[in-house]
């Protein structure tokens, strides 16, 4: 356990109990364990959804997720090779739902691909700090022009849609107090914080002027099955996994002492699937996050515990991973539970045991 101060509070770091209990075999994605969710899941059954970037990590899930929910899926992703997208992702439910192979930004093809949907997520753009730092041009295109043609199109041709945004904590930059809650100012110190941050106006802005109905959710640490892990770019959790997995050095950036928050992926599909059903969060911003904070460097050996290999390697920063490290991160997610309900609901060892089996199972696919 470690001790940090919290908006002048004393705070303990939770360090997860390390042991030699078996990590659970893998299972796919749940909607909830909580029966009075049950309504929300079946507001989904025999309805037109649309998914962007729908052969990414979130968005497939999500895709995994609603087929089963019997919702009529449709899925678009432009499959640029740095998002992520892959077609293993949609196994077993390829032939349960439409896919399409197409950039959102073409406004003449996004605009009949909108109409008669019931619910719309927006997952596709690019999602990695350092890309868009390298890549500002392509950042710009697929997180801002893209959102806006999903947007206009929205307007024009469904404007009773529901549309669900992913934000990202990369919005708020270096904290100014912890935990953060939706209130704190937003400083990225990013082209992709920036980006997103452009972007989740503009569907606030759609919502006031228009009446669109939008809601963004800023994302914190998702992990999970399904994750690009050819590289750190999307998160450092999942190459400290294949690192392990590999029986390979974690490397970790300093003393690895600084503290984030984790959300394993089917809270966050759950998240999503309540934010669209529910029309309490038509115009809104809800932070997600664990309000459990974790260093580092517990994680990792947590991780190496679970894998039974690996090791960890403390590195010096390199100049593009220094430029997007925002030091402490912790969210406040009181906001979502109490306007719509949603928490957590899987722990950080389960949560890491269940991606690591999948990934021992399913490596050939994404190393």
């Known amino acids: 356990m470690n001790n940090l101060y919290i908006r002048g509070h004393k705070t303990t770091v939770f360090s997860p109990q390390i042991g030699n209990n078996r990590s659970p ?12 969710l049950k309504p929300v899941w079946a507001s989904f059954a025999g309805k037109r959804v649309l998914i962007t970037g729908g052969m990414g990590f979130i968005g497939s899930n999500l895709a995994h997720a609603l087929v089963r929910l019997k919702a009529k ?6 499959m640029f090779p740095l998002y992520g ?17 197409k950039d959102i930004g073409e406004q003449a093809f996004i605009n009949s691909l909108v109409k008669n949907q019931d619910f719309i997520f927006s997952l596709a753009g690019q999602v990695s700090h350092v890309d868009s730092l390298e890549k500002p041009f392509q950042d710009l295109k697929s997180n801002c022009l893209a959102q806006l043609s999903l947007l206009e199109a929205c307007k024009k041709y469904n404007p009773k849609t529901k549309i669900v945004f992913a934000g990202t904590r990369g919005q708020y930059g270096k904290y100014t107090y ?15 914080g920036i980006n997103k941050m452009a972007a989740e106006s503009y569907y606030l802005l759609y919502y006031r002027n228009y009446g669109l109905r939008t809601v963004s959710l800023r994302l914190t640490n998702t992990y999970g099955p399904r ?6 770019n999307q998160g450092f959790l999942n190459f400290f996994i294949r690192s392990a997995i590999d029986d390979k050095d974690i490397k970790i950036f300093g003393r690895g002492t600084q503290i984030r928050d984790f959300n394993y992926i089917d809270d966050v599909i759950n998240a999503f699937l309540i934010s669209a059903a529910n029309k309490n969060s038509d115009g809104q911003i809800f932070n997600l996050g664990s309000n459990m904070p974790v260093s580092v460097i517990d994680v990792a050996k947590l991780i ?7 090791r960890i390697k403390h590195v010096s920063f390199s100049e593009k991973y220094r430029m997007t490290e925002v030091g402490n991160y912790v969210s406040n997610n009181m906001k979502i539970k109490k306007i719509l309900g949603w928490k957590p609901e899987v722990s950080l060892k389960e949560g890491l045991g269940k991606t690591i089996d999948y990934y021992k199972k399913y490596k050939k696919h994404y190393w």
């Open 25 to 36: 075999r893998y299972e796919a994605v749940f909607c909830s364990k909580n029966p009075g």
């Open 178 to 192: 912890l935990p953060v809650d939706e209130n704190h100012p937003t400083k990225p110190i990013d082209i992709n």
């Open 73 to 78: 899926v449709l899925i678009i992703d432009s």
């Open 85 to 101: 997208g892959n077609v293993f992702n949609i196994k077993g439910i390829e032939g349960k739902c439409k896919i399409v192979i």
């Open 304 to 310: 190496i515990e679970l894998c039974g290999s690996g």
């Open 227 to 232: 994750q690009q892990m050819r590289n750190t």
